[in-house]
């Protein structure tokens, strides 16, 4: 059965619902990973420079095109633009670092990561004058750049607010196809979703399941997002799995997914969610799970060069557990 997709309203370019989460996969298992994803049926990988595997991704699409499990066309591949790139004339080398790691000579959509700029020599911000200021306007006029270059099928954004967003639709020629940023039940960001699908923004959401093993957590003000009585209460009701509830609200909204998993038997559970639905009565308990603020955030909840806590010069320790 075809993955259902989601039309990217700029381009009329058809994406994946269901995508494979690669942040934080360890070194050696996302290869694997990503060839047992596409024999699931998986279609669409979300990668990213700054996740340091995209070579290992690269090797399994091309063992899996290589054998005719797949074709280039097939597969919806997604990247994004680390934060040390937003420099205009450097844009374009970002795009290409992930393109040769990945083996590809195009992206099915890139993404500005964060709308943070770093400089050029910094991977991670660890106080304030690593950090500088470059206009989101002309970084992303350079993203428009490789449109029509040819290097990538659409452009977006991913953990941007309503604020960063305006600010990018002012200089904006093509579209803001995508919106990737965390939202799940106990961290819904309604005001956000609504603003994008006003403005024809796909709406891809990360951290469905609450990262619950993710460098952040001893951050984390909520407990586990899959250990609540509600999301088991209906899984038990259902027979499917808290995952598989959380991504089914998700999918229903409708947002993009991206569950991340290195274990074959995961990997499958969650892509196995299109054969039921909530109903209404289950989308109203888990839309009475958001909590205030950044009480139910998983995902960079203290981070300071988002403005979420004062920087500890030269150390991450105080918002990243890595």
């Known amino acids: 059965m075809p993955t259902p997709t989601l039309t990217l309203k700029g381009t009329g370019h058809e994406m994946p619902i269901m995508g494979l989460g690669t942040w934080l996969s360890e070194e050696g298992k996302v290869y694997e990973a ?18 340091k595997n995209e070579a ?51 992206l099915d959509l890139f993404l500005v990561h964060f709308p943070v700029s770093f400089k050029p020599d910094v991977v991670e911000a660890t106080s304030p004058d690593e950090v500088e200021s470059i206009p989101l306007g002309d970084t992303w006029k350079e993203m428009e750049k490789l449109v029509e270059e040819g290097l990538v099928r659409n452009i977006g954004v991913s953990n941007f607010e309503i604020e960063h967003l305006k600010e990018v639709q002012k200089v904006a020629t093509k579209p803001i196809a995508v919106n990737q940023f965390e939202t799940q ?3 819904q960001r309604r005001e ?22 993710n460098v952040m957590s001893s951050h984390h003000a909520s407990p586990p997002l899959m250990a609540d009585p509600v999301i088991n209460e209906i899984a038990t009701e259902l ?13 229903q909204r409708p947002t993009i997914v991206l569950p991340k998993s290195v274990t074959p038997a995961r990997i499958e559970a969650n892509f196995n969610c299109f054969d039921f639905e909530l109903s209404a009565e289950h989308i109203k308990k888990i839309d009475n799970l958001d909590k205030e603020g950044l009480q139910g955030c998983f995902n960079h909840p203290k981070t300071p060069w988002l403005g979420r806590s004062d920087f500890k010069k030269g150390e991450t320790a105080h918002y990243c557990n890595a």
């Open 34 to 51: 990503t060839k047992t994803a596409i024999d699931v049926g998986y279609r669409h990988i979300d990668e990213a420079w700054v996740y």
């Open 56 to 106: 290992e991704v690269g090797k399994a699409l091309k063992e899996k095109i290589e054998a005719g499990v797949v074709k280039r066309s097939d597969m919806w591949i997604t990247s994004k633009l680390w934060n040390n790139f937003h420099r205009p004339e450097l844009v374009r080398k970002g795009c290409k670092e992930s393109l040769d790691l990945l083996g590809l000579e195009y």
């Open 185 to 187: 039940p106990y961290y």
């Open 192 to 213: 956000l979703v609504n603003y994008c699908k006003v403005h024809d923004i796909v709406v891809t959401a990360h951290t469905s399941l609450g990262s619950p093993g």
């Open 239 to 251: 027979k499917k799995t808290p995952a598989q509830i959380l991504l089914r609200w998700a999918i």
